[in-house]
């Protein structure tokens, strides 16, 4: 049993004038009009609202114990979480030389308004935009050897037969090559082809049957995406493609040349999986070149602070240093605080830790709130012998404190939908534009007190160690603020455990698409590393994404007379896919806590959710079919009326569809 809510004093209003009323009586028998137009009655009802508020702010007492004692045991809120997105740099032109965009120093915003301060978000890591050309020129028929074409000045000008790019017919698996001597990690490729028209049964120009890869080494490719083809695949003629190329590439070694490629395959389908379109002439090819425009870079929703000076030490215990930014984001290797001594004038680092538990006094340690920002020193504490143990080493007077660096940010704010940072804070020589393709996601606000509060009996009980299901998932809870649900599901055959995870997704209460389902690897790895260090020895744990059940909703409503049919239709929609997700539905009245895991879904509930739905007259159709989330396709026949989950399946909402008319007369 929960134990019992503590009232200090339960008296509310009505029993504070009672009371007082009772009283009058008693000390002055001569007051007999009691009504509430009477002005003393007015007066203890005043008061009595008054008293109210003071028993309400008495009985908040309890309260503020419960946080005092959870700050002794060392329990904290945990910080925000950043978004992060990837920022496509364009350049003017090609570049003459290397151009740096510095991680960390390079930050790009939303556009400030009078009502909204800019959103930054800054590049994770330095990247240099190479000033290249091609090395090399290459052509491969299927059943033929490689054969190397001249390249002069980073551009190839085939002569005679060279100039036809693939076979005579053209086959699948014909290829041309362009080799590079510098890596093309995350570049956009501007490819410059003047050459002859290609001819092909079917061939649609916006859709043609063509691949662009880039090495990875060991014979893997991973493909490119076109951003524009203004040769139609070759069906044009002369043209130029613009291709923005994968985050990695890998030197491999063709027609006797290690160097990065990129190459141009001939496919059985096409991009969308269209088959049957083939070439029967291959183009000519007179001239070919490539340059670099631009580069697609991570970023996270961040401001970067460097060498920020804190103050400096009073040699005592305990010290408390406010960083002049908070809330800050988790801290990395090279972020950390840097003492100087007195007498030398070196600055010396010191080792972040989480706590002063083990540390001794030669050890220099400090600690973070990431919430509030403060720097804290270990504490000097008594034992029962009367000695004084020191937790950690205490700065020497007068040394100056500096942190090297930290970043500020974080929280929901930085969720910001695509096309919308557009802001370049520093200018960069040759580059032109910036914009983020992808939304940006991840992004949570620190932990507010109640969910502390909450969690708190949890990791008392638990002792930050993994053995039950239950520890499992309030585990992966704790590792990071970005996951959103867990669910572990008891092991088979003494297999390893499996913990199902869901990345925290904002807003929820709309259609959820399986991409934002699907836990980042980033994700995964940092939930993993932290119940390794929690878990048992021997215990295996698989992280893995959900298991979803995909559900489409059909449905043709009659409307209230009054109501407007497009407003109906928009909002018994909402319902649905906030009804149906695995984040916030299973509530009928609104956003709740989220499906639960494996429980079935009635058909009967859906007529619930419409008819709560405001305008809504009478349903006359409602169906549901089951959907691939991943490729949206939908199955061909009604569901049924009883949808049967696993333990670890939930139900998302693929696409409803939702049809109101009014009443014919």
């Known amino acids: 049993m929960r134990l019992p809510e503590i009232q200090l ?5 009505q029993d504070l004038v009672s009371e007082a009323r009772t009283r009058i009586a008693r000390s002055c028998p001569e007051w007999t009009e009691h009504n509430v137009s009477d002005p003393g009655i007015t007066l203890i009802e005043l008061f009595a609202w008054m008293t109210e508020m003071t028993i309400y702010r008495l009985n908040r007492v309890p309260d503020k114990l419960h946080v005092a004692l959870l700050d002794l045991l060392g329990i904290r809120l945990d910080g925000p979480s950043a978004a992060t997105t990837s920022l496509r740099f364009r350049l003017a032109d090609a570049p003459s030389e290397p151009i740096l965009i510095a991680g960390g120093d390079t930050e790009v915003g939303t556009p400030r308004t009078a009502q909204d301060e800019s959103v930054i978000f ?8 190479p000033s290249m050309t091609p090395a090399a020129y290459v052509l491969q028929r299927v059943g033929q050897t490689p054969k190397n074409v001249g390249v002069a000045d980073g551009e190839a000008r085939p002569q005679g037969s060279d100039q036809l790019a693939f076979g005579t017919p053209p086959q699948v698996g014909d290829c041309l090559y362009l080799g590079f ?3 093309l990690d995350r570049l956009i490729i501007q490819i410059d082809v003047d050459a002859s028209q290609a001819r092909g049964a079917g061939v649609n120009p916006e859709d043609p049957p063509l691949r662009w890869e880039v090495s990875q080494g060991d014979d893997e490719w991973l493909p490119a995406t076109v951003l524009e083809d203004l040769t139609g695949g070759f069906n044009y003629g002369s043209g130029v493609v613009e291709l923005e190329l994968p985050p990695r590439s890998a030197i491999a070694p063709i027609a006797g040349q290690r160097l990065y490629w990129l190459r141009c395959r001939i496919t059985e389908t096409t991009a969308s999986g269209r088959e049957g379109a083939t070439y029967s002439h291959a183009p000519e090819i007179y001239s070919i070149t490539a340059v670099p425009m631009g580069a697609r870079l991570p970023a996270t929703h961040a401001s970067l602070v460097e060498r920020e000076i804190l103050g400096s030490s009073d040699g005592t215990p305990g010290q408390i240093f406010p960083l002049r930014h908070h809330p800050i984001l988790k801290l990395d290797a090279s972020e950390t605080l840097e003492v100087q001594d007195p007498d030398t004038g070196d600055w010396v680092r010191w080792e972040f830790r989480t706590d002063f538990v083990g540390s001794t006094e030669h050890d220099r340690h400090f600690t973070v709130d990431l919430v509030s920002g403060e720097v804290e020193f270990g504490p000097a504490i008594r034992e029962t012998s009367g000695r004084w143990i020191q937790y950690g080493a205490v700065p020497p007077k007068g040394a100056i ?7 500020h940010g974080g929280g ?8 919308s940072l557009s802001v370049l804070k520093s200018t960069i020589a040759g580059v032109d534009t910036v914009t983020n393709p992808d939304a940006a996601s991840g992004g949570v606000d620190a932990e507010i007190l109640t969910h502390a509060r ?6 008392i009980r638990s002792r930050y160690r993994a053995v039950t299901a239950e520890d499992f998932e309030f585990l992966a809870g704790e590792a990071s603020p970005r996951v959103a649900r867990a669910v572990c599901i008891p092991p088979r055959d003494g297999g390893p455990v499996p913990l199902h995870l869901i990345p925290r997704i904002y807003p929820a209460d709309r259609r959820l698409h399986f991409e934002e389902l699907v836990p980042e690897p980033e994700l995964l790895s940092e939930v993993g590393e932290y119940l390794d260090e929690r878990r048992l020895i021997g215990t295996k744990v698989e992280l893995k994404p959900c298991r979803f059940r995909g559900l489409s909703v059909v449905v043709n409503l009659q409307a209230r007379p009054l109501a407007d049919t497009a407003r109906v239709e928009q909002d018994v929609a909402h319902a649905l896919y906030t009804y149906l997700n695995p984040l916030v539905g299973g509530n009928p009245t609104g956003p709740g806590a989220g499906w639960p895991f494996g429980r079935a879904l009635n058909q009967g509930e859906l007529y619930g959710v419409v008819h709560a739905v405001e305008g809504v007259e009478f349903v006359r159709i409602l169906r549901l079919y089951e959907t691939n989330l991943e490729t949206g396709e939908q199955s061909a026949k009604p569901a049924g009326t009883h949808i049967v989950l696993e333990p670890d399946e939930l139900i998302a909402s693929g696409l409803h569809i939702v049809k109101a008319t009014h009443r014919e007369d």
């Open 122 to 129: 800054q590049v994770d890591e330095d990247f240099t935009i």
């Open 401 to 407: 404190l500096r942190f090297t660096k930290y970043r």
């Open 9 to 13: 004093d339960d008296r509310r209003f």
């Open 412 to 419: 929901r704010d930085g969720n910001v939908t695509a096309n």
């Open 454 to 459: 909450q969690r708190a009996s949890m990791e």
């Open 181 to 183: 001597e510098d890596p």
